[in-house]
């Protein structure tokens, strides 16, 4: 996402000095992927006051670590959370949903000094496979991000479909001899229905995957025997290609195979760290 800028220039008796104020830029030095796989809490720094985060806990930012950054700090979870075991019918559907839970990670990216960090190319991509007692389900809508069509990441190449009326593509998805991914948001211009912000030379987002189970009945809702699979790559691309940038690639499977209404699952994050699998100037923070 490129926003045009204009250089200034001042007049001193008609004649004009050098421009006052450069074109901008932006470059990513790092990023970093936190997860806990007993669950744990991430502060995010936001501006955002107005959309409602349920897993998370709002307060001032004064006195925390956002202090003078941000108006706000939210406390998220991150690895599994937000546990319900209760199963209910759903009045629109009829069907019944839960047990479920989420499964949250934040994502943090130091910018470049003297970065714009409008100027960066920040977002999201995704393949997703969910599995309901051994047969494939469909896949959710996709959530448009920053980029279309090919592009690539380290040194993987992709192609990412970003049309809002198509799914997910599935784990391992190819269009043209790419992988096929699809748009997950986390665009700066979407910080007023995300949790995403950007103050000084940090961009940071937090994101968190639902896992419900579902059935016709409530025993079958409780005993469906299900797993969900997410690849992600989180990215904040340099404004051109003398910059740096940053990727994350990473995988999280949740297996719920298990029977009963406090049935256990085990839910696993897994990084994928090499240039191949999409991976540059990553850090991962999964404990």
């Known amino acids: 996402m490129e926003a045009a800028m204009r250089s200034g220039f001042f007049l001193v008796a008609g004649i004009s000095l050098l421009p006052a104020l ?31 985060f349920p897993e998370c806990t709002r307060s001032p930012a004064q006195g925390t670590t956002c202090g003078g950054k941000t108006t706000y700090a939210w406390t998220c979870p991150i690895g599994p959370n937000s546990l319900v075991t209760e199963t209910k019918k759903d009045s629109q559907s009829n069907d019944y949903e839960g047990p479920w839970q989420r499964t949250g990670f934040a994502i943090v990216a130091t910018l470049a000094q003297n970065s714009m960090a409008e100027q960066c190319v920040t977002g999201q991509v995704l393949q997703e496979r969910i599995i309901s007692n051994g047969s494939k389900q469909p896949n959710p809508n996709i959530n448009s991000t920053s980029v279309s069509d090919e592009y690539r990441f380290a040194d993987l190449d992709v192609f990412v479909e970003n049309d809002p009326d198509e799914t997910f593509p599935d784990i391992d998805a190819q269009r043209g001899g790419d992988q096929l991914y699809g748009g997950d948001n986390y665009q700066l211009v979407n910080s007023a229905t995300s949790l995403i912000s950007t103050f000084g030379t940090t961009t940071m987002w937090w994101d968190n995957t639902d896992q419900t189970k579902t059935g016709s009945t409530k025993a079958e809702a409780q005993n469906e025997r299900a797993s969900w699979a997410y690849r992600f790559i989180a990215f904040v691309d340099g404004s051109d290609d003398t910059k740096p940038s940053c990727s994350c690639a990473f995988d999280i499977n949740v297996d719920w195979t298990n029977t009963g209404a ?19 100037n990553c850090t991962f923070n999964a404990q």
């Open 262 to 280: 406090a049935a256990p699952r085990a839910t696993v994050f897994t990084a994928r760290p090499n240039a191949n699998q999409g991976t540059v």
């Open 22 to 52: 450069a074109q901008a830029d932006c470059g990513c030095t790092g990023m970093t992927v936190n997860w806990r796989n007993a669950g744990g809490t991430y502060q995010i720094c936001s501006n955002n006051g107005a959309y409602n």
